[in-house]
């Protein structure tokens, strides 16, 4: 059984860095799409950066690029996002995602577009103030 549980969510000022972390278990595949995806209320979800594991390729938001960096620690099974210059709009419930679906460079960008994930984790809040 897949289980991801997302940790590392909280309270920061503007300008300040937060590095979430999604402790992963019950996955098999090794070339599987990992991703994570925030919704801030009334607004939908965004996919924000993601990972082709098989082949290194990652994805991100244009909203967050230059600031936001995904990786992965395979000896952890854990995925991170570390999260640098944040901003007031970054505030949101943060959620990671996997797939275990074959996932190359092409299919990422499209599943993270779509949030076509099979597996979900129950999120953490990150709030970004002035």
């Known amino acids: 059984q897949v289980q991801l549980v997302e940790s590392g969510g909280g309270s920061v000022q503007a300008g300040g860095s937060l590095r979430l972390s999604c402790a992963v278990s019950?996955?098999?595949?090794?070339?599987?799409?990992m991703g994570w995806f925030r919704q801030a209320p009334g607004k939908d979800r965004e996919g924000v950066a993601g990972?082709?594991?098989?082949?290194?390729?990652?994805y991100y938001a244009d909203s967050v690029k230059g600031r936001f960096t995904i990786s992965r620690d395979n000896a952890k099974n854990t995925l991170y996002l570390q999260m640098s210059s944040l901003k007031t709009e970054d505030t949101a419930m943060y959620y990671c995602?996997?797939?275990?679906?074959?996932?190359?460079?092409?299919?990422?960008?499209?599943?993270?577009?779509?949030?076509?994930?099979?597996?979900w984790g129950q999120g953490t809040q990150v709030t970004v103030s002035s």
């Open positions: 019950g996955v098999t595949y090794s070339r599987a799409c």
């Open positions: 995602a996997t797939d275990q679906r074959y996932c190359s460079s092409n299919n990422l960008e499209v599943r993270m577009a779509r949030g076509l994930f099979e597996h």
């Open positions: 990972l082709a594991t098989g082949v290194g390729a990652t």
